[in-house]
């Protein structure tokens, strides 16, 4: 059986196209689409949350030629390639694998996204959009009736999965969740929660989130389930990488680096 | 015995002058000093790390004229006094419970300073500052010469009493740490990372931070210890608490509240 | 015959529905709608121009739990509650007084506004809005043809019942009103001097404004008169005192209080 | 006997020393120092307050070919020289009148300031400045110990002489000054009430500020007497008009145009 | 034969309705329309590109009392009127000479606009607009096939009619013209050259620009070519005399005073 | 005899020592020091104005494996590595080519320095420094006693020497400079201008400076010389090849990519 080969070109015009690449804002550091080029095919995919150099290691050791990743390179801005951002480029530029990002066009996506996929998984339907960035939702929110201990212990099984924890209050005996919202990675602060009050959210599921959120949640008697950065966003990834083998039939791993956050 | 009678005017100018309260810059919702006055006398008093509906509460239910927090009320800016507001902000008035709140002068302070505290419960002894913030440094930085582990072990044992949980990549087999710096609370951040690279420290221990942080730390080669904010900041008010026995006989109570963060 | 007893919440709903509190535009320091909040019933109603000390003084010995206001509490932002501020406060929530504030939406409405119900007082019709803020007109317009000087006197006339005088360059003989322009409160500024010209305003009357409005406008040839920032402003919230009589039959007082500007 | 001449480069040169222009930093429409040259030669000075159209004409019709003033000609930044704007440029350079602009260095100045001179007139002796603009305090204060009502009679005396008014609260019946600012022109603001707090100011004589200064002070207790933004800053220029009378025998006249503010 | 005399006002008329001057936005140192007044009537307009004093004397000379100019008076914001600027208005004011100034609106004019004038002149036919600033598209865009080479030539011999010489890479052989875009002025930026990569144009034609541009154009193999600032913006302001002369029967002199830019 | 080899680290302190690089403010984009690094060893240096992609390719037929550069390769912030980006990238990986570049500290370095250096060719002696950005002067400048057009000469010799045109105002016969500055690269701006009629300069050397700047010079009867921005930017790296010649002993090649700007 001879081995797929697609040119990047086509996977990266097709990732744009599906996620909307071009239309979605963001911040200046998430730089979405093609940050790294290779020398022009594709014949193995590896997905990750962080284009960390474990990442690119691993992607390179699993004979990958295309990283995709949620969070990019360029975070941090413009950086020298010393020590070991040298390393790091050198590692991607000699074993001709590309990097992909996709941010908040990942997070919203109707299909792929972060927010609707863990809302899926945690058997939750989304009735609407929350947590506004410019002139999109982000995050999801919807309606449900069941006691909130209930669902904190299926939030605690996702990210069990991942190698991750939760952390929440713990929910008064009887408290039961009638609306609901979700924004993953860093879906906890002042605004968020001010969203949810002003929308009468009573739980609010994230990634992670400043102490004062904790603190003020309490205040507001809204229950704040803090699912993990990492376990709240490795959903998305893993959808585009069965989205290019469904398109392009290109093989692809899912590479599970947890950071503990 | 009689109970002691201190003027609340007293109180206030003793913690003004030990933690030079005019004089340290902080961010603008910190509004270091008495924030919320009694009708004039202590005689009793509570200390906790943040000003919680359920600090006030409990302050109330101890007795406290006065309750001293690292956190005041005041981060969210300008809030109506309605719900939830209103009920804390009647809880203090009609049982004449007053307020002093005080964070970077107590972050650090010398004597009575989160930071210079946690490094004294390490078994550590700083030699400078870390963390700048205008013209103060925040944090407290020192130089070692023992396993990494052995020093994540120190932290573990001390957040278990104060019922946290710590979280840090684990350190490589043989790894010593040189140089080690603190910064409690929020203390993880992309500044504080860079500065700790800059001044060749190897070992940063905080309270907590976002998730890139623990991304940015591995690929730096930086053990970042994640403690607690809650944890991290639990002994400058009792530092306070005892300070102001000494000094006018006032009999005080830790408020322990923990949030989980 | 019983005395009235209309929930906060209803006379709140009533009031933000009828100034569409939610929707209109204000500086940050206005925090329109209920600034403090009662133990939940109104009998009797005080309105006033300032949430001054005077004013809750006064609102207080009236008997009323419900105070409302142009300006409101949080002007000056967050402010410690001790000294005078303290006494403020504790007036409010131990006599059980909720302030409600309302400032452009006040000023513009078509039916309370300050600005319109000012015109009607003076005998004019205005036929457009004037002082743009963001997305709404706060001021009116409209056409005369009447001697300046008489248009003078009837502002005059006015002010004096409420305390206040006039300051206005003297009209030259003749001098004629075509197009006249209201901005009541401190409604003279290079921005609506600007305004005005543009417009072919010929005569602008204001609350009050600083020196160099009073040398623009007459390098301009533009008639300002300058009527009193408090006396200007005192039609607004007694027509909300008969709107809350209407609908709920609650009694009111209007607090004159004037402060000399 | 012979009309002196005295180049206007000496003139400039000497104003600029005098009031150290170069150094003394201001807003940005102030440009202080040389606004409008002429053919070089001055034989007579006006001075007055404001660079009004009335001001340069009379200044014209005094035969003057140097105006000195305390608000020049720029504060509205760039205005295209038609309609008014035209007559008064056109004006000045057909007539060869010179305008010489010093705002700030004047209010400051130790002796021609604006504020030094209103309190020799008060008989008020300043011991320190007061009103802190980058680099410089604007203003002046110092002790005393006499009836507040006494000192303001006083204020209402030297107002009168300018044709002005003053407005203050009526201070309460034995109320005594101990220690005053002033702060000439429009000198009352949230910032200058907060610093005479803070320094512990009782009675602030100022120009005029806008009606929540006057809520404010009364919050305070703080005495605050608007004297008029024009009578206040009639003395600096005329201190510069007797300057160059000594320094080059030039002849001078005050222009008294007050404005009502 | 009599001299034409029109009112100064008719002639701004015509010239803010036929530019759309209140429509058009533009940076804050342009101020278009009249800039500068005279005694009211015009009997012959001078254009130039710079308002110079060398404009401004050789306009005077020619016995024009109006000046029409691309660039302005007010650039460099508010200038004290001394030295040389003081002998510049002098100029205008004593000659009765008026001042029309427009930038934008010239630029982008469909019929008088330098950038269409410049295609025009070059044989080229615009499509499209260039340049976005806020909602106006300043330059032009259009499709071409032919080598890159010829069209130089073609702005050079423009370019030498004005005075002024290219400065350009040297076209590769046989690179041919597919998409070109011209922004007169200093049409060559970071944004530019990005905007003309995102749209696909090859060859683009621009006043000036700073040497990074030069080294980035070579990176993205795209060729600019400098035609010199002077040189592109000649041709707007005589399609503004024509007009005149056209709609009002005014003779007009174009000043040629090329500055080497 | 054999080939030199250093190590890329102690190349870099010394370049970082000589041109202190860690304390010269800059603009975001410089990010002077080591840009790329290589893998560890230098045999053979480039030097060039621009990090350009044919600097890059010389450098590496060259046989360098440091290319010391004045414009590094950060100036438009973040970039994908795709399309001629991914070249250029690759090539420095590839073969092992490292790239330091030094902006500021190279342009005012006192002995390296483009602007010293550009004097020393022109036969001039500073005696002070011109152009200040924050704490540096970027510039140079003296006085002199010569005619204008003969130094206007020199400087035309030593741009055609780097393939260079110089552009200026003819200077009018008998025009004598006494105080002339030096600011290469881009050094005519509105700024520079200003701070040189401050200082009495009149005689303006700099590489380029946009339209406006020509005329203002004019007006300001101010000579300003555009010798080129590469022209001007030539000596510093060449120096800086010297410096590692006689400190290492290690061969270089200056690369001349004059870009026409």
Chains 1, 2, 3, 4, 5, 6 share one sequence.
């Not at 979605?24 to 022009?40: R, S």
């Amino acid at each position: 059986m001879s081995m797929p080969s697609v040119s990047l070109r086509d996977v990266v015009s097709a990732l744009d196209a599906e996620l909307r690449t071009s239309e979605i804002p963001d911040y200046p550091g998430a730089v979405n689409g093609l940050q790294v080029a290779n020398p022009g095919t594709v014949h193995r995919v590896a997905v990750a949350v962080d284009a960390s150099r474990a990442a690119i290691t691993e992607a390179v050791v699993s004979g990958a030629d295309l990283l995709i990743v949620h969070h990019g390179l360029f975070w941090s801005g413009v950086q020298p390639l010393v020590g070991m951002q040298y390393d790091k480029y050198r590692a991607m530029l000699s074993n001709g694998l590309a990097v992909y990002s996709s941010h908040l066009p990942l997070d919203l996506h109707a299909e792929h996204g972060n927010n609707v996929r863990l809302a899926q998984a945690l058997g939750l339907n989304p009735d609407g959009g929350f947590a506004r960035f410019k002139t999109v939702d982000i995050g999801v929110t919807g309606t449900a009736d069941e006691p909130t201990d209930e669902l904190v212990h299926r939030v605690q099984a996702f990210s069990a999965r991942y190698g991750g924890s939760v952390r929440t209050s713990i929910p008064a005996p009887g408290r039961r969740t009638h609306r609901w919202a979700i924004c993953t990675g860093g879906g906890a602060s002042s605004e968020s929660l001010r969203e949810a009050r002003d929308r009468g959210v009573d739980t609010l599921i994230v990634g992670e989130g400043p102490h004062h959120t904790t603190v003020d949640a309490i205040e507001h008697d809204l229950c704040v389930v803090y699912a993990g950065h990492y376990a709240t966003e490795t959903l998305g990834v893993q959808s585009l990488g069965a989205f290019l083998e469904t398109r392009f039939g290109l093989p692809w791993t899912f590479l599970h680096l947890p950071t503990g956050s």
